[in-house]
C-alpha cells in the first residue's frame, strides 16, 4: 500500500470510531437510563483517549510527508487538506493541557448550572476564569506558526479559514439595519399569537410528516424526543431529536425543521466519502446555513406557512388565528426576550453579535469577567432597548462559555448570512418556488441545495462552498433586504 | 503505580471499551435506522479493532510477570484469573486465524438464513465445513498446553471450568428421566391453551410491570421492543428487549421474565465491581441459571400464576381459561414441536442434549457435516419420538453453529440444573414463598438470589458460585425431581 493508501485506510477508521462517540452522545440525550451516567462518562472517556491517541500518532505524520501530493486530484488533496489541520491542530497543544480542559470544563457545566439556577454570577465566576485561563493557553498554543489572532486560533475548531477580523466587517454592517429594524418593529402594532392546547402526539406526528416533507430519509435517520432539539451523526445514521409543548407548536415544528436541515446536510453528502475527512459538514456556519433556510427562509416563508396553516388546522382544529395570513404572521412575530434561543430572524443576530464582540475581547484579554457581566447589560440595552433584570437572562443565559464555546458563536450569524444569499441564489433560478412550497412541495428548493452544496461535504473550504453554490461572494445585503422586505410586509411599514 | 494498578488502570478503559461494543448491538437491534448497517459493521469492526489490540497487548504479560500475587486478597486474585485467562486465550490464536473466523462467520450467517429459508442444507454445508474447520483450527491453538480436548477448549469461552466429559456424566442422567417423563404427559389428555386477541400495547404495560415486579430496576435500565428477546449491558446500564405477538401474550410474557433474570443478575453485581473483570455474570451457565429460575421456577409455579391469572383478567379480560388453574396448566402445556426455542420446561433440555452430543462429534472430528442431517433426525426421533419433516426443522434451526458457537448450547441446560438446585436451595430457606409470590410479591426471592449470588459477579469460579449459594455440590436430580412432580401434578399421573 501507498503512504496515501494507508494513511487513507487508518484515517477511516479513526472516523469510524468517532461516529460511535457521536452515537454515544446521542444515546445519552434520548435513551440512556438516568442511573447509567457515571458509567458512560467511563466509556465516552476510554473513547475519546483512543480517539486522541489516534489523531496524534505520529504515524499520520510521517504519511503526510511520505505523501507526494502532485499525483493527486482534487478530492484526494482535500481529504490530505482536513487530515493535516486535525493533526497539526491536535499535535500542537500538548496533552495535559487537552486532558486538564476536558476535566475543568466537565465540572463547570454543573458549576454554571447552579450558578445560573441561583443568579449567582460570583458563583460561577472562579470557575469562569479558569476556563477562560485555560482556552486562552490553548489559544496560544494552536496559534503557533499562524498568524491567527488567539481568538481566530479556537474559532478555526468551529470554521476554517474564517478570521474575527472579516467577522467583523460584516457583522459591523450587520448590526447597524438590525437594531433599526427591531426599533421600527417594536414601535409597530404586534400580531396575534396562536392560542389553545395542542397534543402532543399530534405534534410528533407533524413535526415528522414535516421532516418527511423537507426531504428527511427516515431509512437513514429517526425522530425522538429529547430535552433540546439536536440532529447527530453522519452518513448512513443521521439521527434527530425534538421537543414538544403543549402549550407552543410552532417550537416543536421550527426546531424540526431545523435540525432536519442539518440532517438532510449530512444525509446528501456524497456517499462516495462516507467515513472519510470529507463526509460532513464542512464548517458550523454551513451547517447552520442549511438549517436556517430550511426553518426561515423556507419554513416561515409565506407560501409554506400557507400549507403549514392547512396542516395545523387538520391536525388541531381551532389554533387561534383564522387565516393563512394571520397564522404567517403569528409564526414570525418579533416580541422582546432576553434569550437568544427563544428569538425570532430579526432579534437572533443581535444576541450572537453581541456575544461575538464580548468573547473576542475576553479572550483578547481586553475584558476581565468580573467586568462581563456590567458589559453584557451595558450592550443589550444599547442592541435591545431593554435593562438586563438579572444574570440568568444576561451573561449567564449560554452554556457555550462555560464549557469553553469561544469563537463558536458567531458561525450562528455567518449561517444567517450565507442563508441569505443561498436564497437569493436559489430565488433566482427558480420562478415558481412559491407556488410549489404553497403546496407543501419543497422537493425543488431541497434538491437545489442537496446538488449544489450539500453533495459536496467537505470537498471546498467553506466559504469556496458558499460561493460554488451561490454563484457569487457572500455578503450581509442578501439576508438584510430579505428580513428588511419580509418583516416591513408583515408589519406594515 | 505498582503493575497491579496500571493492569488494572488499563483494564478498566479496555471493559470501558468492551461495554460500549455491547451498546452498539443493542442499537443496532432496536433503533438503527434499516440503512445503516453497512456504515454500523464498519463502526463495530474498527472498535473490534481497537479491542484485539488491547486484549493482545504484551503489556498485559508484562503486568502479569511483574506482579507479586502473594500480597492480593480473594478479590484482587480474581481478576486476576480472568485477566490472566483473557489474555491467554486472545494471544494464543493467531491474529490471522480470528480474522479469517470474523470474517467466514460473518458471512455464513447470511448463506445459513438462505438455506434455512430454502430448506436446502446442501446450500449451506460448504460454507459449515469452513466455519467448522476454522474453529477447530482455533480449538486446536486453544488447547495448546492444556488438558482440554478440542471441544472443552472452545467451551471455556462461556464455561471456564467446565468440560464435556463432567457435562456428559450429568447430561447423560437428565436424558432418560426427561425422555421418559416426556412420553408420560404426551400420553395424558392435554389442557386448553389461552385463545383472544392480545392488544399489543397492553402487552407491553403488562411485561414492563412484570419486570419492575421481578426487581429490574428502570433507573439503570429499559425495555424495548426487538425481533428477539435479549438483555444487554452489565453495570450501571442493563436493558432488555421483548416481541409482542397479538395471539400469544405468554411468549412476550415469559421471554421478558427470562430476560429480566439476566438483567437483574448484571444489575445486582456490587457495585465495586464496575467495569473490572468481575462486573459481569461469571458464565453463560450461571446467567442462564438465573434467567431460568426467574421464569420457569418462579415464573411459571402455581403460585405466581395465580398472581398473574388476575393480572391478565384484569388486563385482557377474556383470555380463554377461566380459573387460576386453568392458567397454571395453559402455561405449562407441553406440545410435540422440533423447535428448540418454542419449547418447555421438560422438552428443553432434550433439544439441548441432542446438540452436545452431536457438536462433541463433530468439533472431536466424529461425525462429518455430510452426515449431520441423518444424525439430528435419528437422535431426534429416538429422544421425541417424532420424524423430522424437514432440515429447517432439524440441524438448520439454529443460529449458532453457522456463526461457530461450538461449546455454547449445554450452557443452556446446566444453566437449568443450575436453577434446580438454586430453587431447592430457596425452598429450604423460605416456607412462606408461595404465600408471597401468590401476592405477586417476588422481593424475598429475587433478593435471596441476589445476596448469595448475584452480587459476586465473577469473583468464583462459576461451580464454586452455584456451590457458595446452595450450600451444596450441584446435581441433576432437583431439576428432575421438580419436573416429574410438577408434571405429575399438572398431567394427572
Excluded at 476 to 490: R, T
Amino acid at each position: 500500500m501507498s503512504a496515501y493508501d494507508e494513511l487513507m485506510s487508518y484515517t477511516r477508521e479513526t472516523e469510524a470510531l468517532g461516529a460511535i462517540m457521536g452515537r454515544l452522545s446521542w444515546d445519552q440525550e434520548t435513551m440512556m437510563p438516568r442511573g447509567a451516567a457515571e458509567q458512560r462518562g467511563e466509556e465516552m472517556a476510554a473513547l475519546e483517549g483512543v480517539l486522541h491517541a489516534r489523531r496524534t500518532d505520529p504515524k499520520i505524520g510521517a504519511w503526510l510527508e511520505a505523501i507526494d501530493a502532485s499525483v493527486l486530484g482534487e478530492v484526494g488533496l482535500a481529504k490530505l487538506r482536513h487530515i493535516r489541520r486535525s493533526y497539526e491542530r491536535n499535535t500542537k497543544v500538548p496533552a495535559k493541557l487537552a486532558a486538564e480542559i476536558a476535566r475543568v470544563t466537565s465540572v463547570a457545566q454543573g458549576t454554571w448550572a447552579e450558578a445560573r439556577a441561583r443568579d449567582d454570577f460570583a458563583h460561577f465566576a472562579p470557575t469562569f476564569k479558569e476556563v477562560v485561563r485555560l482556552r486562552r493557553e490553548e489559544a496560544a498554543a494552536l496559534q503557533e506558526g499562524t498568524d491567527f489572532d488567539l481568538w481566530d486560533a479556537l474559532h478555526q475548531d468551529y470554521e476554517p479559514g474564517s478570521t474575527g477580523a472579516e467577522l467583523d466587517a460584516m457583522f459591523g454592517a450587520l448590526r447597524p439595519r438590525l437594531v433599526a429594524l427591531r426599533d421600527k418593529i417594536m414601535g409597530a402594532d404586534q400580531p396575534k399569537g396562536l392560542s389553545g392546547t395542542f397534543d402532543e402526539t399530534k405534534q410528533m406526528a407533524l413535526t415528522e410528516g414535516l421532516a418527511a416533507a423537507f426531504g428527511y430519509d427516515f431509512a437513514h435517520g429517526r425522530v425522538d424526543k429529547a430535552v433540546h432539539p439536536f440532529s447527530s451523526g453522519s452518513g448512513l445514521d443521521v439521527r434527530i431529536t425534538t421537543r414538544t409543548n403543549p402549550e407552543d407548536p410552532l417550537n416543536s415544528i421550527y426546531s424540526t425543521i431545523h435540525e432536519t436541515g442539518h440532517a438532510c446536510y449530512e444525509q446528501n453528502i456524497s456517499r462516495d466519502y462516507l467515513l472519510t475527512p470529507l463526509g460532513e459538514g464542512v464548517s458550523m456556519g454551513v451547517h447552520e446555513s442549511q438549517s436556517r433556510i430550511f426553518e426561515n427562509q423556507l419554513g416561515r416563508s409565506r407560501a409554506f406557512t400557507e400549507y403549514l396553516y392547512g396542516q395545523m388546522r387538520d391536525t388541531f382544529g381551532e389554533i387561534g388565528v383564522d387565516s393563512a395570513e394571520a397564522f404567517y404572521a403569528a409564526v414570525n412575530r418579533v416580541t422582546p426576550g432576553y434569550i437568544r434561543t427563544e428569538s425570532d430572524e430579526v432579534q437572533y443576530n443581535l444576541h450572537v453579535l453581541l456575544r461575538f464582540d464580548l468573547e473576542r475581547q475576553i479572550i483578547g484579554g481586553a475584558l476581565e469577567i468580573d467586568d462581563l457581566p456590567e458589559a453584557w447589560d451595558t450592550r443589550f440595552e444599547a442592541d435591545f432597548g431593554v435593562k438586563v433584570d438579572k444574570v440568568s437572562n444576561g451573561c449567564l443565559q449560554d452554556v457555550h462559555w462555560p464549557v469553553g464555546l469561544f469563537g463558536y458563536f458567531p458561525t450562528y450569524s455567518l449561517g444567517n448570512v450565507y442563508a441569505g444569499c443561498l436564497h437569493k441564489a436559489l430565488r433566482a433560478e427558480m420562478s415558481d418556488l412559491d407556488a410549489q412550497m404553497a403546496k407543501g412541495d419543497t422537493s425543488k428548493a431541497t434538491r437545489w441545495l442537496a446538488e449544489n452544496l450539500q453533495q459536496f461535504g467537505g470537498l471546498r473550504e467553506p466559504r469556496d462552498t458558499i460561493v460554488h453554490a451561490c454563484g457569487f461572494e457572500p455578503t450581509e445585503a442578501p439576508l438584510l433586504d430579505y428580513l428588511e422586505e419580509k418583516f416591513a410586509g408583515i408589519y406594515g411599514f
